[in-house]
Every structure is written in structure tokens, then in C-alpha cells.
């Protein structure tokens, strides 16, 4: 493939803002040209205008190449602090509000499964009588792919607690298999954060390592969208170096010990 001229690189930039809300800046070019270098050997393509004019008219292409401009990595009990905060302040305040015992939370942006399952086992753990509903959503098709399947070779499974892998994962060859009382309370969807609407009547959203990719347009859009499918009271967790900081939103900010989380909190 030749280098992407100026004139492209902003072609595909906006294509993929618009199309995801993943933006490219200057610095991350590398990362969109290798990326794009690959597709185009997999699509059997030399020109670059001609992939542009692809996926302009391919729904399904365009959807590929969306699904390998992704950064995918995820761990089990991904920042400790966030799972301290959510079993003692937010599952403990959730008891005393919800007097249905049901639970429903959104993974969004759930990459090969590891955060839904860490509090799929966290919830199922707490709440051993209460009904628990887990969407877990990525705009990629291979990660979903895998977050289905729910096998993990050994060097992934480190940071579960191992009561945890004891009781909810099968040892299978090199890895570990999730248990079906784990599996069958997610449900994983594709699922585009920027263009499509939102799930609705959560009680927690975790959306972490996702919206840094975005711009500050996006980010909003994307964070509102979170506030109108949450019941109304109700938790939103995002990545540590992430921030409504500047952002318009009722979101209310709040701490448990070290978590730092969002509230909504409406007509309660
Ligand atoms: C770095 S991973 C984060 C995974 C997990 N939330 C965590 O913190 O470990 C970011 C995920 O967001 C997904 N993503 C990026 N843009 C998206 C969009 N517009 N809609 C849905 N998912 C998106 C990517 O495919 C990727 O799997």
C-alpha cells in the first residue's frame, strides 16, 4: 500500500469518526495506516482510493475495518480499585434501594469479555438470590466473538481472586472456561456506542477505556446517551484516566473510599 496522502488520511479519519466516534488524531496515523495496510492485503485491494470507495458503498466492509482500528485491551478485575468500590458502596447501596432484587448493569465497550465476567462473578457472588441482567456490547465482532466463548489461557486468568476461579471457571487444556451460571446472565450484542440508540433501565454502566479514543463531541453524545438508559438511581463507572470533567451532564460525581464514580440521581 502507498502512504496514505494528507487528502486520504483526513478521508478515512472522518469516515471513522463519523462512522464510531474513534478519532485519529495526527499522532495515532501509524496505528490507522498499519491497520488499514493490513485490510487492504486481507480485501486483495493495492489502492487506497479504491478501499475509500469500498467501504463508502459496504455496510459490511465498513464495519470490518471499524472492528480493526479497535485497541482491544481488557484484563480480568481490571483496576482493583474500581471492584472495591463497587462491592462495598455500590452493590451495598443498591441493596438497600432496590426492593425488586433485580440488577440489570451494561458492559459497553466489553472487548473479549473479561470486565462483564469479573462482575458477572462479582454480582453472582453478593446477590446469590437477586435476578442479574448483564448486557455486554463491543463495535467488534472478533472480540465479541470470543467474549462468547469464554475461554482464557492461563496467563489471562491472573487477576481473578482464586475462589473465583474456583468456583466459577472449568481448568480445560492450557486455560479456564467460564461456567454457564456465569455465562447465561450476560448477553453479548454488537453494539455501536455513536450511532446507535442506547439499551435502557440500568442500575450500573460500566464504560471504561472506551470513550478515550473519542473526541470531545463524541464523548458527550456518548455519556448523555448512558444517562437517559439508566434507571434513576443508578452508577456510572469509566476508565481511571477518564473524565466528565468540562462535559454537560447531570451526572453527579462521587466517591466510595478511593473510587472515584458518576451518580444519577433523579426524583429520589
Ligand atoms: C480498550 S477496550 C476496553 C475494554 C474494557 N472496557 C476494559 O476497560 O478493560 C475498548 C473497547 O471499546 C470498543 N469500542 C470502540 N469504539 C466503540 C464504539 N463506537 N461502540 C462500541 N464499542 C466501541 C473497542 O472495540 C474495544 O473493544
Known amino acids: 500500500m502507498e502512504q496514505l496522502s494528507e487528502i486520504q488520511f483526513k478521508k ?18 501509524p496505528i490507522l495506516e498499519s491497520r488499514l495496510k493490513e485490510r487492504l492485503r486481507k480485501a486483495n485491494l493495492e489502492s487506497v482510493d479504491d478501499y475509500y470507495t469500498l467501504i463508502t458503498k459496504s455496510d459490511e466492509e465498513l464495519k470490518i475495518l ?4 479497535t485497541t482491544n485491551l481488557t484484563s480480568f478485575f481490571r483496576n482493583k480499585v474500581h471492584f472495591t468500590g463497587f462491592e462495598n458502596g ?7 434501594v432496590k426492593k425488586d432484587k433485580t440488577i440489570r448493569l451494561w ?3 466489553c472487548s473479549t469479555g473479561e470486565e462483564p465476567y469479573s462482575l458477572a462473578m462479582v454480582l453472582k457472588d453478593k446477590l446469590p438470590d437477586w435476578k442479574i441482567e448483564i448486557v455486554a456490547s463491543d463495535i467488534s465482532f472478533n472480540v465479541l466473538m470470543k467474549a462468547r466463548e469464554g475461554y482464557y489461557p492461563k496467563a489471562r486468568v491472573v487477576g481473578i481472586p482464586p475462589e473465583y476461579l474456583k468456583r ?3 481448568e480445560v487444556g492450557d486455560g479456564y472456561s467460564i461456567k454457564d451460571e456465569i455465562k447465561n446472565i450476560i448477553t453479548f450484542d454488537y453494539h455501536n456506542l455513536k450511532n446507535e440508540p442506547s439499551f435502557k433501565k440500568f442500575d450500573i454502566v460500566f464504560c471504561r477505556n472506551v ?12 455519556i448523555n446517551g448512558f444517562y437517559n438508559s439508566m434507571t434513576n438511581h443508578s452508577y ?26 458518576y451518580m444519577k440521581k433523579e426524583g429520589v
Do not use: P
Open 168 to 170: 466459577f471457571m472449568t
Open 107 to 109: 458492559s459497553a465497550g
Open 211 to 222: 470513550i478515550i479514543y473519542f473526541d470531545a463531541k463524541a464523548q458527550e453524545d456518548v
Open 236 to 261: 456510572l463507572f469509566i476508565g481511571h484516566s477518564e473524565s466528565l470533567f468540562g462535559m454537560k451532564t447531570k451526572f453527579i460525581f462521587t466517591k466510595f473510599d478511593e473510587t472515584c464514580l
Open 12 to 29: 478515512f479519519r472522518d469516515l471513522i469518526y463519523d462512522a464510531s466516534g474513534m478519532h485519529f488524531s495526527e499522532i495515532n496515523r
Open 66 to 69: 471499524l472492528d480493526a482500528v
Open 90 to 96: 455500590v452493590i451495598e447501596d443498591l441493596k438497600k
